[in-house]
């Protein structure tokens, strides 16, 4: 993500036929406000 400079991932896992699951991450701003 940081390489693509993308805000937001997907991971998505398929096993077992009906048996799912996914995983959304969304990335920090690497800019932090000095308060």
Same mark, same amino acid.
């Given at each position: 993500? %940081?390489?693509?400079? /993308?805000?937001? =991932?997907?991971? &998505?896992?398929? @096993? /077992?036929?009906?048996? /799912? =699951? /996914?995983?959304?991450? *969304?990335? *920090?701003? %690497?800019?932090? &406000? @000095? &308060?």
């Amino acid at each position: 993500m %940081q390489r693509r400079n /993308a805000r937001y =991932g997907l991971v &998505s896992i398929c @096993a /077992a036929g009906a048996m /799912a =699951g /996914a995983f959304l991450l *969304e990335r *920090e701003s %690497q800019k932090r &406000s @000095a &308060s």
